[in-house]
């Protein structure tokens, strides 16, 4: 080696590939914390999460409106939860299901919704979520333990609101306000601005006044906020 550089070379460093970003967390993907933020076209994000939901209800009955799936940093809080919209899945046919640690690979996007330029909600709220994505399943814990909302209404009132959509929460003590809306199957509640929505589970026998003690489900927001129970066991008379 003491020959070749005398003679005037010089020896090159080996080269390195630049180490891999860490993965993010859904805290740092959603970092626009307003009530209205700006829609984009999408940032590549990889996020490890643990999935609190899994859309295979067809709701509609026409074969469409599933897997989508709903994932949060592990902790909770304010500003953990997203949806991957109709993700493929790594393996090819893994089954997914909540309490499943996974890592989200796609493009985050704040989503609203227009038509011919013209922007469908007038509020201008959009819904976060990641589009041509994937899901690879890691690894699996126990069921997600859904956060407690004191204060139903904060489910549907701004600020507050903005920082829960996409988690798995649970209120107390609501009622029904009227039976099924029958387009869209939605419920109205006695909290300012709440639905129930049927994209997860369909709620049997609801009726205007039917009393729910307790009511588990993510929050979604899609031309107002809505909580999408995902079977039986998160309805509690």
Same mark, same amino acid.
């Given at each position: ?13 080996? =080269? ?19 009530? &209205? ?17 899994? %859309? ?39 089954? #997914? ?14 989503? *609203? ?7 469908? %909600? ?7 979520? $990641?589009?041509?994505? @994937? $899901? ?12 407690? #909302?004191?204060?139903?209404?904060? *489910? @549907? ?7 829960? $959509?996409?988690?798995?929460?649970? #209120?107390? /003590? &609501? /009622?029904?306000?009227?039976?099924? %809306? ?10 300012? /601005?709440?639905?129930? @929505?049927?994209?997860?589970?369909? #709620? ?8 729910? @003690?307790? *009511?588990?489900?993510?929050? /979604? =927001?899609?031309?107002?906020?809505? *909580? ?6 998160? &309805?509690?008379?």
């Amino acid at each position: 080696v003491a020959a070749v550089a005398a003679a005037g070379c010089s020896t090159l460093p080996l =080269y390195r590939e630049p180490a891999p970003e860490p993965p993010q967390t859904v805290a740092e993907v959603r970092s626009c914390r307003d009530v &209205v933020c700006t829609p984009n076209v999408g940032q590549p994000v990889e996020i490890l999460a643990l999935v609190t939901a899994v %859309d295979d209800f067809d709701e509609n009955g026409d074969g469409g409106g599933t897997g989508t799936i709903f994932f949060r940093d592990p902790a909770g809080g304010p500003f953990t939860g997203l949806q991957a919209y109709n993700p493929t899945l790594a393996p090819l046919f893994a089954t #997914i299901q909540a309490g499943d640690l996974v890592r989200a690979r796609g493009e985050f996007i704040e989503f *609203l919704l227009v038509r011919g330029g013209v922007p469908v %909600d007038p509020t201008l709220r959009t819904t976060p979520e $990641i589009q041509n994505g @994937s $899901i690879s399943k890691i690894g699996e814990t126990g069921p997600p333990v859904p956060i407690v #909302i004191a204060a139903p209404a904060e *489910l @549907s009132t701004d600020p507050q609101a903005r920082g829960w $959509i996409g988690s798995l929460v649970t #209120i107390a /003590n &609501v /009622n029904a306000t009227a039976a099924p %809306d029958p387009t869209y199957g939605e419920i109205l509640l006695d909290v300012p /601005n709440l639905k129930i @929505s049927r994209e997860l589970y369909e #709620i049997p026998g609801v009726a205007a006044g039917t009393h729910f @003690s307790s *009511l588990t489900g993510v929050l /979604n =927001y899609f031309f107002g906020y809505k *909580l999408l129970p995902r079977g039986p066991e998160d &309805v509690v008379p």
